[in-house]
């Protein structure tokens, strides 16, 4: 099936740094969601959007949707411990119903 | 919150037997579940989606005789993994949406890990 592309696929940063993730697509989509997901636990929504040029934040999370429905990105700024986890965005097609469509993940790992 | 509940969180079964999973809706009735695979280190793949009293909607690739869905009421779906198989062990993940849904009330349960020796 179709998954959005994921950058960076991995990151180590140090705690303090901010950290900045994208997604795109080749579809357009009329959502766009950020889930954290712990290891053997299933994905937390954290941010969901639903405007092109949407900006929203939660806390120290800022998340954008793209101009052309097509990239979003996701923004956390000092990053602390707890922040370690896989980030997925996930996009919901435009006319469809809730199917999502996941991406392929960022892993983050925070050093002290 | 609405909460999505797994149930078994983890299960060994042998090869060629059946297991099931299930999933439900704890403090809200779901129209829709969705059913979804992950490998380690691996994103959501979409299975199929469960809609309550009528037959599941598979993802191109998955096999319907062999992973039997079912979404009998409005708080629960149940997925058969038949004649399981060691390639068959995965992380097996339901997300549940009420009627009315948009995209932020989609609910995702713990996760079933599944290993079949």
């Known amino acids: 099936g179709q998954q959005l592309n994921q950058s960076p696929q991995s990151m180590f940063i140090q705690e303090g740094e901010d950290v900045s993730m994208n997604c795109t697509s080749s579809?357009?989509?009329?959502?766009w969601l950020w889930y954290k997901q712990d290891p053997g636990e299933g994905p937390v929504l954290l941010i969901a959007l639903y405007k092109a040029g949407e900006l929203t934040s939660n806390g120290r999370l800022t998340a954008q949707f793209g101009i052309t429905r097509k990239d979003s990105f996701l923004n956390i700024s000092a990053s602390i411990p707890s922040d370690v986890g896989i980030y997925f965005c996930a996009g919901q097609l435009y006319g469809t119903a809730s199917k999502l469509t996941f991406g392929t993940g960022t892993r983050l790992q925070v050093t002290l | 919150g609405a909460v999505v509940s797994q149930h078994p969180s983890r299960v060994i079964c042998k090869s060629g037997t059946s297991v099931k999973i299930e999933c439900r809706s704890l403090d809200f009735q779901a129209t829709t579940m969705f059913w979804y695979r992950q490998f380690p280190k691996k994103s959501l793949m979409l299975m199929a989606t469960s809609n309550e009293g009528s037959k599941a909607t598979y993802e191109q690739g998955v096999e319907k005789d062999k992973f039997l869905i079912n979404h009998a009421s409005l708080t629960l779906s149940t997925l058969t993994v038949t004649s399981a198989h060691p390639e068959d062990s995965s992380f097996y993940i339901c997300?549940?949406?009420?009627?009315?849904?948009?995209?932020?009330?989609?609910?995702f349960g713990e996760g079933s890990w599944l290993t079949v020796v």
């Open positions: 579809s357009i989509f009329n959502t």
């Open positions: 997300s549940a949406a009420p009627q009315g849904y948009s995209g932020n009330t989609i609910y």
